[in-house]
């Protein structure tokens, strides 16, 4: 399966911080990149989703995309702690018709 | 209102004893997925149908297989479950395209004793 990297974490900030998680991907021809939130024991839930070079704001996420790079972020500004979950990085690449590939997530845990 | 369902929610079967995971849609959408996602490990895909076309991942065991009887329904077949196949299941389904997001069902968590 295409690769998707992550750092698996886990990734610790206080409440009202600024979260970093950071994705690369394999294949250059990928297309469209999507970040899922996962909480233990429940299926993923797509939160952001990003086709061109740049960033992409939805409240309090923002994504960035870098396809010269390979390089997919999410930035989550004044972090709460409801937001603690395992965020998915997936990859939709230029061969692979609408199959979606993951990477095996960053925990993100957001102390009160 | 649940769009993908999937039943049950809690799976436990023996080794070796064939066990089928169900997944239904009222989304009306031509494309459903199978993944299999380990403990802390990333979702895998195992196969996925456009419209009755089946596709098979590379890397899914022959132990697996998969029906879709019509648009609304998938199942997934574990012909002898190891314990190795304990995981949680989950179905999703997305209209065809590079750009379409997916719709996931609340999944299946299969042990296997």
């Known amino acids: 399966q295409k690769e998707v990297e992550q750092n698996s974490g886990p990734l610790s900030v206080p409440e009202g911080a600024i979260a970093s998680l950071n994705c690369t991907y394999s294949?250059?021809?990928?297309?469209?990149f999507f970040w899922y939130r996962q909480y233990s024991g429940k299926s993923p839930e797509l939160i952001m989703f990003?086709?061109?070079?740049g960033d992409k704001e939805d409240g309090r996420f923002t994504a960035q995309l870098n396809k010269a790079s390979q390089y997919v972020s999410l930035l989550i500004r004044d972090s709460q702690p409801s937001d603690s979950a395992t965020y998915l990085c997936?990859?939709?690449?230029?061969?692979?018709?609408?199959?979606?590939?993951f990477g095996r997530g960053t925990q993100l845990t957001v102390w009160p | 209102d649940a769009m993908v369902i999937q039943n049950p929610r809690y799976q436990v079967t023996q080794f070796g004893k064939p066990v089928t995971l169900s997944c239904s849609q009222t989304l009306n959408h031509n494309v459903m997925y199978w993944y299999q996602q380990k403990s802390s490990q990333a979702p895998k895909l195992l196969f996925h149908y456009y419209d009755k076309d089946f596709n098979n991942e590379a890397d899914t065991p022959d132990n697996f297989q998969s029906r879709r009887p019509n648009t609304s329904f998938c199942f997934l077949d574990i012909r002898s479950p190891g314990l190795g196949d304990a995981a949680m299941y989950l179905c999703?389904?997305?209209?065809?395209?590079?750009?379409?997001?997916?719709?996931f069902g609340s999944g299946t968590q299969l042990s296997v004793l």
């Open positions: 294949d250059r021809g990928s297309q469209s």
């Open positions: 999703a389904t997305s209209r065809p395209g590079l750009r379409e997001k997916l719709f």
């Open positions: 990003i086709y061109s070079n």
């Open positions: 997936a990859v939709i690449g230029s061969s692979t018709l609408g199959r979606l590939y």
